[in-house]
């Protein structure tokens, strides 16, 4: 029933912008957070972007701070990741997930959620 699904990932130029949406259904917001992770080839996925139910916590991974924006919106059951300056290092498969911690990344962070969607490829080309 629960069902998180991506959209946006594009192949883009270095110095490009994207934006990545996520919709979900099956889920209520008001008591867990949402994220965004990615994974580049021959990596372990790592944790992007997070943001609270409230959207007052937001957490970024230092290699995006600055760079990418994290934002949701409960009336459509949908959360985004802004992307700008993207670099060749940005490229991988973006995953939205639900219902975990939003804090400091760290694997602890990433292993605590509990839906995932399938993803969107990102290519930044140099």
């Known amino acids: 029933e629960v069902q998180l699904m991506e959209s946006g990932g594009d192949s883009v130029e270095a110095g490009g912008s994207l934006r990545l949406s996520c919709t979900a259904s099956g889920l209520t917001f008001d008591d867990k957070a949402m994220g965004w992770f990615r994974q580049a080839p021959g990596k372990e996925r790592e944790g992007v972007a997070c943001i609270s139910w409230s959207g007052a916590i937001r957490y970024y991974a230092d290699s995006v701070k600055g760079r990418f924006t994290i934002s949701r919106d409960d009336a459509k059951n949908m959360v985004y990741l802004q992307m700008t300056s993207l670099q060749p290092e940005d490229t991988a498969m973006y995953y939205c997930?639900?219902?975990?911690?939003?804090?400091?990344?760290?694997?602890?962070?990433?292993?605590?959620?509990?839906?995932w969607g399938q993803g969107t490829q990102v290519t930044v080309s140099s």
């Open positions: 997930a639900a219902r975990g911690l939003c804090d400091k990344y760290t694997t602890v962070v990433r292993d605590s959620f509990t839906d």
